[in-house]
């Protein structure tokens, strides 16, 4: 009896490197040992009561499918916050998709091609990887240094990797994994070279409300550059709503917006009590965020300080998110955090956090000058 084939990009699909080391802290829990996970972005920030009040109270006698772009009420209220933070979109401007996730694969669906090529500055974001292996598309990275804090590569390092098959640029601003904050500068440099040479920009703006000190420039905001730009959302991490995979995509471009619609009238629609919960979480207090920001620069403040009093460790201040990224004294970021977890504790506590090396494509990179290699952590 012949075996069934898997196919081959089943096989090039990466594994997460936030979540490989998930079997080694389940055994450390069987032990009792308490474990802090700081590999993960999910936010312990209480989810609004509100939004999920609206959704207890909810009193609808049949769930029904929804419009495949999503309802109507709720892309209207999504366009007015989008409206009081300084973008100018419509409703119809905006297609809902089942997380930030999905909204990212369409936008590759949509705009790319078999073969093409995406440039992305790396450390990047470990499951663009695997979004760009479900399209058929190639990743070109191009490196950021921890030595400056992650900063927006040279423009000139972008150009040395554009090729025929280069379709567009994917930025996280601010970024996750490196928390880095994009500078005015920096984006209108990424709206130079999209028009100079006719590309995309992706832009992953899931952290937008958590920045300690410049505010965030939004792609949607790049003037002359409106039909290039596609902005990827999600009440994720701006509601710790992380399980209503409830995100956005908002594009000026007509085109795109026809061709995104295709594919989620595919998929149906997006989930009818998530939308619930992102319509009621539009009409929070403008303040809402205030004290969900001042405790995140605290953990922040904290960490980063700690850190580097260590020696031997260095971690950059980060603008925004609510990530990390410290170069250790260890000889292989991998095995230090397994070793954590299946070796160490102190007072039957330990932590869990992500090797670098998944949010990188080039390997070599992962080593900093000083030769030590890096880990990740999330400010929980």
Not at 300 to 316: H, I
Request: glycine share 6%; with cysteine.
């Amino acid at each position: 009896m012949s075996s069934l084939s898997i196919s081959q990009r089943g096989i090039e699909m990466p594994a997460s490197p936030i979540r490989k080391l998930v079997p080694f802290a389940e055994n450390a829990k069987q032990k009792g040992i308490h474990v802090y996970h700081l590999n993960i972005g999910q936010p312990d920030i209480e989810t609004p009561p509100a939004a999920m009040d609206a959704v207890r109270h909810n009193h609808m006698r049949v769930l029904e499918y929804t419009h495949s772009a999503g309802n109507e009420s709720y892309r209207q209220k999504l366009a007015l916050y989008y409206k009081s933070i300084g973008i100018d979109v419509s409703s119809e401007e905006i297609l809902i998709t089942t997380g930030g996730s999905e909204a990212i694969f369409f936008s590759f669906l949509a705009c790319l091609n078999p073969g093409d090529e995406v440039i992305i500055p790396e450390p990047f974001y470990a499951n663009y990887n695997g979004f760009a292996v479900e399209a058929g598309v190639s990743v070109v990275p191009v490196p950021s240094s921890i030595q400056d804090g992650f900063a927006l590569p040279p423009v000139s390092d972008f150009e040395k990797l554009i090729t025929d098959r280069t379709k567009a640029i994917i930025i996280c601003n601010p970024n996750n994994p490196t928390g880095y904050l994009y500078s005015p500068e920096e984006m209108h440099n990424l709206r130079d070279i999209i028009l100079k040479h006719n590309l995309y920009l992706f832009s992953d703006e899931a952290y937008r409300e958590f920045s300690y000190g410049d505010t965030p420039i939004s792609a949607m905001s790049l003037k002359g550059a409106e039909q290039n730009v596609i902005l990827t959302d999600t009440i994720s991490k701006r509601y710790s709503a992380c399980g209503a995979r409830m995100g956005a995509l908002v594009t000026k471009n007509k085109e795109v917006l026809e061709t995104v619609l295709k594919f989620a009238q595919a998929r149906l629609s997006p989930p009818g009590f998530a939308q619930i919960l992102g319509e009621a979480a539009t009409e929070l207090p403008a303040d809402y965020f205030e004290g969900t920001r001042q405790e995140y620069k605290n953990r922040r403040d904290a960490l980063v300080r700690r850190l580097n009093a260590m020696e031997g460790v260095f971690c950059p201040n980060p603008g925004g998110a609510f990530y990390a990224m410290a170069s250790l004294p260890v000889a292989d970021s991998e095995d230090f955090c397994r070793w954590l977890l299946e070796d160490f504790s102190y007072n039957n506590q330990t932590l869990m956090m992500a090797p670098a090396p998944g949010f990188y494509a080039t390997p070599d990179l992962v080593k900093t000058r000083s030769g030590w290699p890096m880990c990740s952590m999330s400010r929980r």
